[in-house]
C-alpha cells in the first residue's frame, strides 16, 4: 500500500513500513525501515548539535546537513557520507547542488529498457530537482505479499548543456546504527558465495566488482543484521542488486552512529554524459527486512525473485534433468559418444542432453574459435541435427554450449571483425583463458550474435542454451563509442548482454537459457530476469559443492540453483563420495548429471533411475517450498516446506566422520504445529510441535560427508 499525507509517504503491507517525509527544507528524508508500525506525526527525526558542520542553503540555522537521512545524496553541501550521485556540468563545472522535492505520483512501471525490473506490486514515483537542471526520478515498488522495497532511479538532464555522471546509484538509505553486523557472499572461482559476517564499525565497507561481472569475489548482496541474529530470530535488512556487472555497495556507519547503505552501477571507470534531455536508468536494488534472521529474508528475496522477477515462462515448471557432456569428454566428443550418452540418459529417466564447449570453428581445445559458431566438421562431421534429432526421438531436449560474450584471436570472426573485440587501440590486450570479450556494447555485435543463436535454435532445434562466460574484463574499450563515451562502456555492455537475452528469450519463449559464468563467477538477479538458472560453481565436489549452494540460498531460491552429480573419485579435489551422497547434495535445486553414464553398470543405471523418479516427484515442493537452514560445524541441513505446510524435505550434510559425537536436533520450524506428519523413509509419526520444539534427532554420520533424506507428509 502507498499513501501520502503532508509530504509524508507511507509504503506498507501488513508485516513492514517504509516511510519517507519531505522535510521542512525540502529533501526527501527516510523516516523509518522495519517492521510495520503506525505512523503520527510526532515522529520525526533526532537531529543532534553537531559543532563544525555545515546548513542547508539559505537556512543558516537550521540542523547541520549531517543530521539529514536522505533518501539520495548528493556531494558538495554538506553531506561527507558517501554520495549517491555525483555530476559535473560540462559548460560551468558546476558539481554540487542541492535536490529537492518536487512531485509524486502512482506509476505503472515502465518495462521497455531490458534492465531487468521486477514486476507487479504498487510504484511510487517521486521527482527531486536540483537547481541547475539535472532532475532524479526515484521509484519504490511495495507488494502486498513480500516484505521487500524495490528501489531504482531515472537521472535525467534538463539543463542546456551536458552533464557527466560520475556516479549513479540505484539508492540510498540513512538509518540510525542498531548495533549491526554486516554480512555478504564472499568467494573466489570454484569456492563462490560463502556468507561471512563481521561487526559493522566505523568508517566505509564496500563491497564491489570491478571485474565486468558481478563475480565470485563478492556477490551483490550485503546485509545489516542485529547482534546475534540466527537462521530464525533478530532483525535483517538485506539488500540486493538486480544487476550483473560492476557494482557497489557502501555501508558506512558514521561519528553519531548513522549508518548510510548505498550503492548500484559500480562508479569505477563510469562516466555518462547526459546531453540535454537525455537520461540515465539506473538497475533495481531489493531491499528486504526480515524479523525472523536471515532464513526469513532469504525467503523473502525467494519469493520476491520467484514471483515478480525470474523468467515466468520457467520459473515455477519442472526443469529437465540434463546429462552434460563437459566433464566426461571435455573437447574430446564424437556424435557416436553424444548418441550413447542419450541412449542411457534417456533409460535412465533424464530429460535432456546438453552438447558443451567444442562443437563449432575448429576448436579442439581452448585456444580457438570462441566467435566461430558454426559446426566443428571435423568433429561432427554430419553437424548437430543428427544428434538434436536423435534425442527428440528418444523423448530427449537437445541443449547446446555457446560462450556468446566471447571471441578467440585466432577466429575467423577476428579476422573480419577486428574492431569487435575488446581492447584498447596500440596496446596489447590481456588475455583470460586464451580469450577476449567481445564488445556487448556495439549493436552490431548483439544484432550478429542474436541471429547465430537464433538460427541454431531454428536449423538444429535446441531447446535448451548453456550461455557461458569465462574471462573478467580487463581493458575497458569500445571502438563503436567515442573517446568521450569510452567510460560508458561498462554499462553498455551489460545492456546489450540483457537486451540480446531479452530478445531470444522472446524470439523464443521455450527455450531454457541457463546462465554460467566459469560456472559461479556471474550469479546474480539480473541474469535470473531471463535464465531461471544458474550454473552454480564449476566445483562438483559434492562436499565443497554443498558450501556453495548452501551460500547462494541465502539469496537466490533453490530454483536458480543448478547442480549436477560427477564422478567419483571427483577430478578436482580426488574425493570419493558415494553415488547417493552425491546425488542427495545436487537434489535441493535443479539436478543434473556430468558423469560418464555409458559406463553405468546395471546397478547404478537402476539407482540413477529412482533417484531422478524421486527427484520428479520432488520437484514442485524443491522449486516452489520454503527453504529453512540448520548450521553447525560438520553439518548442513535444508528443510524445504511446501507453501501449504503439507509436505517437507529435510537434507542433511555431514562433513567429516566424528567419534563419540552428541546428537543433532533440528527443529522443523517450518512446519504446522498442529498437524500430524509421518516421516516417509521411517514410518514414524510426530505432531508438528514435537518437531517444531522438541526437534527431529538425525542419524550420526555412518561415514565421512555421508548426507540425508527426509521427507515429511501431513497425515492429518
Ligand atoms: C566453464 C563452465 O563452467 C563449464 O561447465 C564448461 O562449460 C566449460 N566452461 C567449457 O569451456
Not at 500500500?1 to 529533501?27: D, P
Not at 550503492?263 to 536508468?281: A, C, K, M, N, Q
Not at 539480473?526 to 554443498?546: H, K, M, N, V
Not at 524435505?649 to 509421518?678: F, I, M, P, T
Request: charged content about 25%; hydrophobic content about 35%; some cysteine.
Amino acid at each position: 500500500m502507498i499513501s501520502e499525507k503532508n509530504g509524508v509517504f507511507e509504503l506498507s503491507n501488513s508485516e513492514i513500513s517504509y516511510i519517507l517525509r519531505v522535510n521542512e527544507y525540502g529533501f526527501l528524508e527516510n523516516v523509518y525501515f522495519g517492521k510495520k508500525i503506525e505512523y503520527t506525526e510526532s515522529i520525526k527525526n533526532s537531529t543532534v548539535g553537531r559543532g563544525h558542520e555545515i546548513h542547508p542553503a539559505g537556512y543558516p540555522n537550521a540542523p547541520a546537513i549531517g543530521n539529514f537521512a536522505f533518501e539520495y545524496s548528493t556531494p558538495f553541501r554538506g553531506d561527507y557520507r558517501t554520495h549517491a550521485i555525483g555530476f559535473s556540468y560540462e559548460k560551468s563545472g558546476i558539481r554540487g547542488d542541492d535536490f529537492k522535492y518536487s512531485s509524486y505520483r502512482t506509476i505503472e512501471k515502465d518495462f521497455s529498457s531490458p534492465l531487468p525490473k521486477c514486476r507487479g506490486g504498487q510504484t511510487l514515483e517521486i521527482t527531486l530537482k536540483s537547481t541547475c537542471g539535472l532532475e532524479v526520478k526515484l521509484f519504490y515498488t511495495v507488494y502486498d505479499d513480500v516484505n521487500a522495497v524495490v528501489r531504482s532511479a531515472l537521472i535525467e538532464n534538463f539543463s542546456n548543456g551536458a552533464v557527466e555522471l560520475n556516479r549513479a546509484y540505484s539508492f540510498n538509505l540513512d538509518m540510525p546504527n542498531d548495533d549491526y553486523d554486516l554480512s555478504g557472499l564472499f568467494g573466489a572461482y570454484l569456492r563462490e558465495r560463502n556468507i561471512e559476517k563481521s561487526k559493522l564499525t566505523r568508517g566505509i565497507k564496500t563491497i564491489d566488482s570491478k571485474r565486468g561481472e558481478s563475480s565470485a569475489i563478492a556477490n551483490p548482496f550485503v546485509a545489516l543484521s542485529t547482534f546475534g541474529a540466527t537462521e530464525e530470530k533478530g532483525d535483517v535488512y538485506a539488500f540486493n542488486l538486480i544487476y550483473s556487472g560492476n557494482f557497489e555497495f557502501n555501508v558506512e556507519l558514521d561519528e553519531f552512529d548513522g549508518v548510510r547503505v548505498n550503492g548500484g552501477v559500480s562508479s569505477f571507470d563510469f562516466g555518462y554524459r547526459l546531453d540535454r534531455g537525455e537520461s540515465f536508468e539506473t538497475p533495481e536494488v531489493a531491499l528486504v527486512f526480515s524479523d525472523g534472521g536471515f532464513g526469513k529474508a532469504s525467503r523473502t528475496f525467494h519469493d520476491l525473485y520467484r514471483e515478480y522477477l525470474i523468467n515466468e515462462n520457467f520459473v515455477k515448471k519442472p526443469r529437465p534433468i540434463v546429462i552434460n557432456n563437459w566433464e566426461v569428454t571435455a573437447f574430446d566428443f564424437t556424435e557416436e559418444k553424444l548418441k550413447r550418452l542419450a541412449d542411457v540418459a534417456a533409460e535412465t529417466g533424464m530429460d535432456a542432453l546438453v552438447l558443451d564447449d567444442g562443437w563449432f570453428g575448429n576448436r579442439n581445445d581452448d585456444t580457438t574459435s570462441l566467435g566461430d559458431w558454426y559446426i566443428n566438421e571435423k568433429r561432427l562431421p554430419n553437424g548437430l541435427k543428427p544428434v538434436s534429432d536423435y534425442c527428440h526421438k528418444k523423448g530427449l531436449k537437445f541443449g547446446l554450449w555457446f560462450e556468446p560474450e566471447m571471441i578467440s584471436p585466432v577466429s575467423n570472426l577476428i579476422s573480419r571483425h577486428p574492431e569487435w573485440a575488446v581492447r584498447s587501440p596500440d596496446v596489447t590486450p590481456c588475455l583470460g583463458r586464451n580469450q577476449l570479450t567481445i564488445d556487448f556494447s556495439n549493436p552490431d555485435v548483439t544484432d550478429y550474435i542474436i541471429d547465430i543463436i537464433s538460427s541454431h535454435v531454428v536449423n538444429d532445434g535446441l531447446d535448451y542454451i548453456k550461455w557461458d562466460m569465462n574471462r573478467p574484463m580487463s581493458e575497458y574499450f569500445s571502438s563503436s563509442l567515442g573517446s568521450e563515451r569510452q567510460k560508458e562502456f561498462s554499462y553498455r555492455y551489460i545492456l546489450g548482454l540483457y537486451k540480446t537475452l531479452k530478445t531470444i528469450t522472446e524470439r523464443f519463449p521455450n527455450l531454457l537459457i541457463e546462465g554460467c559464468a566459469a560456472g559461479g563467477c556471474r550469479f546474480d538477479a539480473g541474469i535470473l530476469r531471463y535464465c531461471p538458472q544458474i550454473w552454480t560453481s564449476d566445483d562438483t565436489d559434492a562436499f565443497y559443492r554443498e558450501n556453495i549452494q548452501y551460500g547462494t540460498s541465502f539469496c537466490y531460491p533453490l530454483s536458480t540453483i543448478s547442480n549436477h552429480v560427477s564422478a567419483s573419485p571427483n577430478h578436482q579435489t580426488g574425493r570419493s563420495i558415494c553415488l547417493e551422497s552425491r546425488a542427495n547434495v545436487a537434489l535441493l535445486g535443479v539436478l543434473g548429471y556430468e558423469l560418464d553414464i555409458t559406463k553405468f553398470n546395471e546397478s547404478e543405471k537402476n539407482a540413477v533411475r529412482q533417484i531422478n523418479e524421486r527427484y520428479k516427484k520432488d520437484c514442485k515442493l524443491i522449486l516452489e517450498g520454503d527453504l529453512y537452514r540448520y548450521n553447525k560445524e560438520g553439518l548442513k541441513v535444508e528443510t524445504v516446506v511446501s507453501k501449504d505446510k503439507k509436505q517437507a524435505l529435510l537434507k542433511a550434510v555431514y562433513g567429516l566422520k566424528g567419534l563419540s559425537v552428541s546428537a543433532n536436533r533440528v527443529k522443523l520450524v517450518g512446519l504446522s504445529s498442529d498437524k500430524k506428519y509421518k516421516v516417509v523413509e521411517t514410518g514414524e509419526i510426530y505432531y508438528g510441535s514435537a518437531l517444531i520444539n522438541r526437534g527431529f534427532i538425525l542419524p550420526q554420520a555412518k561415514v565421512d560427508f555421508d548426507t540425508f533424506i527426509f521427507r515429511f507428509e501431513q497425515t492429518e
